[in-house]
């Protein structure tokens, strides 16, 4: 297992932009697949953006395609998110994970960060 824990969420206008991290520990984070999901008040966690190990290919959600930019510094151990051009749809509790496959189905994730809230004003 790898404890995750989130960080620079907050409150932002529509247009603008956040960096979400995610801090890893324990197990070697470069041996997990890792991903970005989020989850809106009444709705389904959903899938935003995924990486390999190495960082060599990523997947990205078409809500965000063009947006989001996920990425990796596996000697740092974080795992990081890039949000730009935000919209009030966005707004959620983004959650990091680990440990999953190249399908990117929050159900194969392992290891959970606690999540950090991401609201944007119209």
């Known amino acids: 297992q790898v404890e995750l824990v989130e960080s620079g969420g907050g409150l932002v206008q529509a247009g603008g932009s956040l960096r979400l991290s995610c801090a890893a520990s324990g197990r070697s984070f470069s041996t997990y697949v890792m991903a970005w999901f989020r989850q809106a008040p009444g709705k389904e966690r959903e899938f935003v953006a995924g990486?390999?190990?190495?960082?060599?290919?990523?997947s990205i959600a078409d809500s965000v395609k063009g947006r989001f930019t996920v990425s990796r510094d596996n000697t740092k151990n974080t795992l990081y998110l890039q949000m730009n051009s935000l919209r009030p749809e966005d707004t959620a509790v983004y959650y990091c994970?680990?440990?999953?496959?190249?399908?990117?189905?929050?159900?194969?994730?392992?290891?959970w960060g606690q999540g950090t809230q991401v609201t944007v004003s119209s």
């Open positions: 990486i390999t190990r190495i960082g060599a290919t990523t």
């Open positions: 994970a680990a440990g999953g496959t190249l399908a990117f189905r929050w159900r194969d994730f392992a290891s």
